[in-house]
């Protein structure tokens, strides 16, 4: 094997590593994050919320005013409502099986929503396997 072939090994197996290290924090983060959620109850609608803090010193929910929920059983969403000083965003994550659409209010495709550690979230379509996005183009039935 030339230095060019183990290079390029290096390299691959490097980026493998950070992938599963980072796909692994995420599944954590996501799991703090649900747990907060789940604990919110109608007490809470209309108070500030702490939030959970996250490694890099992400907190989705830090100082947002908590507005409720809502729970489409249909599609297996849970949607949390929130409201910070800026705008109105939610933040979901789907149960079961198949895709639900993401309502989109961005010229980007995906520009409107992230994963709780902060990176874009490019797909249209959300999977239980995608864990809690925070989505800024909010379907109306769910503020109804």
């Keep these: ?4 072939s183990k290079f390029a090994v290096l390299v691959l197996i ?4 950070t992938l599963a290290i980072s796909e692994e924090w995420l599944s954590k983060e996501n799991a703090l994050v649900k747990s907060y959620l789940l604990k919110l109850k109608n007490k809470d609608i209309g108070k500030k919320q702490k939030g959970v803090e ?5 907190n ?3 100082d947002s005013i908590y ?8 599609n297996g969403l849970h949607v949390y409502k929130f409201q910070d000083e800026k705008r109105k ?12 659409e993401l309502p989109n209010c961005e010229v980007l495709v995906g520009a409107g929503s992230f994963v709780v550690s902060g990176d874009v979230y490019t797909s249209v379509y959300l999977t239980k396997d995608d864990g809690v996005i925070e989505n800024h183009c909010q379907a109306a039935v769910w503020f109804q």
């Design 60 to 62: 989705p929910i830090k």
């Design 54 to 58: 996250l490694p890099y010193n992400m």
């Design 89 to 100: 965003f939610v933040l979901i994550w789907k149960e079961t099986e198949g895709k639900f």
């Design 1 to 4: 094997m030339n230095l060019i």
């Design 14 to 17: 490097l980026f493998t590593s």
């Design 67 to 74: 507005l409720g929920k809502y729970t489409d059983k249909t």
